[in-house]
Structures are given as C-alpha cells and as structure tokens.
C-alpha cells in the first residue's frame, strides 16, 4: 500500500511539473513571439522639420541647439555615456551649437549624474519626454533657431550613426 501511495504522489507531481512547464511556455511565447514589434517601440511624434513646443528655451536666442532627452535610470543612455562626453567636448571647442538636456529625474539629479560622468551642457530642463513629443530615452534632436528640428536620432547609436552626429557638428561650425 505504501508503495501504491508513492506512485501516486510521483505521477502527481509529474503531471503538476508538465502543466507549469506548458503554462509557462504559453506566456512565453505570448510575450516574445506573439507580440507585435511595433507595441514595444516609443511611439515619437516629432520628426524633421516639426517644430519643439518647449517654452523654457528660446530657440531663437540660441541659434542652434542639440536637445539630449535622457533619463540616469536609462540603460542605453548609460551605455552612451563616452559618445555624450564626445558630444559635449566637441560642440564646446566648436562654440556653434547649445548643448542642453532634458531628464525625466529632477534637474538636481540630473546635473549630479551628468557632473558624475563629465558631460558638460549649457542647460538641463526636468520634463517628460512625452511632453516634448519624444517617446523615450536616449533621444538627440538638433533644433534650429526658429525650433525646427533639422535632425533627429533615436535610441542607442551605432558607430556609423554617431559619426553622422559629429559631421552635422561639424557641418554647423563650418557654415559660420
């Protein structure tokens, strides 16, 4: 009889590891290949040649301007941060171009954590980044001074993606 009990708790407990094991393949398979791609990207409603509705900065005051939306809590950001310290050494000798970010964190959180990684910007604005238009961090918008963004990057940048930066740097600081 001891025995027969034994089976019993061992189909049991066979039977209850296959039916979690289905139920976790389900929602796996819900969650990353039934899924449409598209749900899982920032939804961005500004694009070139859209204008920025941001009132605490005067475009027109500050000729042209390079807008970092980024959040410390951002992996990608972090992950960006030698290219931001590139960016912000490159816009400084060329003096052509406003570096300003935009943190989701308080402006005291966000200047602690761009001092801790030495990036040095102009300005830094506490705002949403929705409220700007843009759907996530890291975004970079260059902004003319009528507030028109004449280019726009989003997400992490690749090599060839960030080279394209500094030539649009460069390509600003020639003109003049």
Do not use: H
Not at 84 to 102: D, P
């Amino acid at each position: 009889m001891k025995e027969s009990l034994v089976k019993k708790i061992e189909v049991f407990a066979n039977v209850a590891i296959i039916v979690v094991a289905l139920v976790l393949a389900v929602v796996l398979v819900k969650k990353f290949v039934l899924t449409d791609s598209s749900q899982n990207k920032p939804k961005e409603t500004v694009s070139v040649g859209s204008k920025i509705n941001f009132e605490k900065v005067d475009w027109a005051k500050n000729g042209n301007t390079m807008l970092l939306v980024l959040s410390k809590d951002c992996r990608f950001c972090t992950e960006s941060i030698p290219f931001y310290q590139k960016i912000s050494q490159e816009i400084y000798q060329t003096n052509k171009v406003k570096l300003i970010t935009i943190f989701p964190q308080d402006t005291s959180t966000a200047k602690d954590y761009l001092q801790a990684n030495n990036i040095s910007v102009d300005e830094t604005f506490q705002a949403n980044p929705s409220a700007i238009g843009v759907g996530g961090t890291p975004t970079i918008l260059l902004i003319n001074d009528k507030g028109e963004i004449t280019n726009a990057w989003f997400g992490k940048l690749y090599e060839e993606e960030e080279k394209k930066v500094f030539e649009r740097i460069r390509s600003i600081s020639n003109a003049s």
